[in-house]
Each structure stands twice: as C-alpha cells, then as structure tokens.
C-alpha cells in the first residue's frame, strides 16, 4: 500500500518540544497489521492514518508501537496540518473509530496551526476502590488530592482517570510500576491518567502517564485535554464558556502547550501548533 509518512511535533513550536506523531496519507488505508507495523516502526506515541488523500472527509486510524488506539488529540492536530499544507486551509472532517472530529487549520505568524473539535464529552465519577488502586501504584495518597476537583474518569474520544493534585511539587514527582498501571489502565479501557495540579481557574499542569501504549509518559495529550475540559463542564466545575491553558511535558523535558476551549454545550476544541521533525531527529525518542 503506497502512502507518504510524514513525523511531526504537536502543541509546540519547537520540535524539541510537544508530542511526536507520525501522519501517513495515502488513497487508501493499509491493513491493521501493516499499520501495527508501521506505527511500531516509527516509535512514536502514536502515528495517524489517513485516506484518501484527496477531498475534505477523510477516514483516520491511530495506533500506537503496541495498540490501536480509538482517539488521539496530538496526532490528530498534526494530521490536520498536514492535510493543510497538502489542500489548503480550512475545516476537514476526520471520521474516527469514535465518531466525526473536524479539525480547522489555519496559517498563524509563519507556522500551522490546528483546532480539533472532539466528540461529546462524557465523565463518571471515579470509584473509590479505582482511586485507591491507582493512587497506590503512582505512590501517592488520598490527602494529596484537590478536594475541589474530585477523581473522575473522563471522555473526549477516550477515557481517561483524572487525578488532581492539591500542589505542583506532587505533580512534578512521578514514579511508578508501568506494568502495575497498565494492567489497571487496560482492566478500566484508560487510554491515559490525566494527572494535573490547578495553578489557577484557567491555567492547568497535566503529567499523563500512558504505559497500555508502550510509553512511560505523554508528552502532550489533546484527548486527555478534552476529557478535562469536558469533565469540568459537565460535572458543574467551571463556568461556561471558557478557555483553558494546559502545561505538559515540562518536567520531561518536551514543553507543549494545549489550548483548550469549554463552549456551552458540543464538543470541547483543543487548539495546538505543530512543526516538522528533522530527519536527523526521528530516531531519537521523546
């Protein structure tokens, strides 16, 4: 199956910073064990899979070294700059394992730029006996938490366990038992935990741990980002409308820079630049 494999680094502006993924386009898609192949092959978190090639819906596959994966923000934003910069800005309709996520590109100070619109949002409250198993693996303890915003699993085309811490120094200490949490990750269908710390009603630190995808941490998560965003709507946390900022990547060394946008009702928009990773980079894991 004929393609073409671009590598790219998400919600950045440097391609020492953000979220690697790979885009590959092609009319058509491969098979699923050629883009297990692939996806392994390049190493990344996740790498994207699109076709056809041409026209403004496109059908889209993620999958990660290990998995596929249902839903992917960061890969999904450098999809959308890429079928930029192939057909021209504009809106793209991306039908997903998930449902339709239209994704707006547009040219801002010189570089791309991309807004993802995610499916409906949805959260649950997180069982007691969820969040004592998890806080237990991470090492952390129940007081440690922001009463405030209370343990939740929570959907924006994947689920994911959001914890939030009452500190950033809790935050910025994180070690854990990888297989430990990724047989509980994959017990409870998590695609990640949105692990952040609050700094203010606006401005969010997130750390996402994602071992079911063969990665220790996540540099850059725009799913998880929705879910948030998402779960602080519906559970009444914050009010609507609203925008958000989300800091990851920092203690790991690959700062990235989510734009997350709360309308009042529909999907929840995660906006992030992204820029092309030089060759002589793609070996070097994030």
């Given at each position: 199956m004929t393609g073409t494999l671009y590598r790219l680094s998400a919600f950045t502006r440097d391609p020492r910073g953000g979220n690697p993924a790979g885009v590959w386009v092609g009319e058509a898609l491969?098979?699923?064990?050629t883009m297990q192949?692939?996806?392994?092959?390049?190493?990344?978190s996740e790498t994207a899979f699109i076709a056809p090639l041409h026209?403004?819906?496109?059908?889209?596959?993620?999958?990660?070294?290990?998995?596929?994966?249902?839903?992917?923000?960061?890969?999904?934003?450098?999809?959308?700059?890429?079928?930029?910069?192939?057909?021209?800005?504009?809106t793209y309709e991306l039908n997903t394992a998930v449902g339709k996520v239209p994704v707006t590109?547009?040219?801002?100070?010189?570089?791309w730029q991309a807004s993802l619109t995610s499916v409906a949002p949805d959260y649950q409250s997180a069982m007691p006996a969820l969040v004592e198993e998890a806080l237990a693996i991470?090492?952390?303890?129940?007081?440690?938490?922001?009463?405030?915003?209370?343990?939740?699993?929570?959907?924006?085309?994947?689920?994911?366990?959001?914890?939030?811490?009452?500190?950033?120094?809790?935050?910025?200490?994180?070690?854990?038992?990888?297989?430990?949490l990724k047989a509980l990750m994959l017990r409870e269908n998590l695609t990640t935990l949105q692990l952040v710390?609050?700094?203010?009603?606006?401005?969010?630190?997130?750390r996402n741990p994602f071992p079911v995808g063969g990665v220790v941490e996540d540099p850059a998560t725009g799913a998880a980002a929705a879910a948030l965003g998402g779960y602080l709507r519906e559970a009444g946390l914050i009010k609507v409308p609203a925008?958000?900022?989300?800091?990851?990547?920092?203690t790991m060394g690959r700062p990235s820079l989510l734009e997350v946008e709360i309308p009042s009702r529909g999907g929840i928009v995660v906006t992030g630049t992204v820029v092309d990773i030089p060759e002589k980079a793609w070996n070097q894991k994030p």
């Open positions: 491969p098979d699923a064990a192949r692939i996806a392994a092959e390049v190493g990344y026209g403004k819906s496109r059908t889209v596959r993620y999958y990660s070294p290990r998995a596929e994966v249902s839903f992917c923000g960061h890969a999904t934003v450098a999809s959308g700059v890429v079928l930029g910069r192939l057909s021209g800005e504009g590109v547009r040219q801002v100070d010189g570089g991470l090492g952390w303890h129940f007081t440690e938490l922001n009463a405030e915003l209370p343990p939740a699993k929570a959907y924006g085309g994947a689920w994911h366990l959001v914890l939030a811490v009452a500190s950033k120094t809790r935050l910025e200490r994180l070690d854990y038992d990888f297989e430990a710390w609050r700094e203010s009603e606006s401005r969010f630190h997130a925008k958000l900022t989300i800091h990851q990547g920092v």
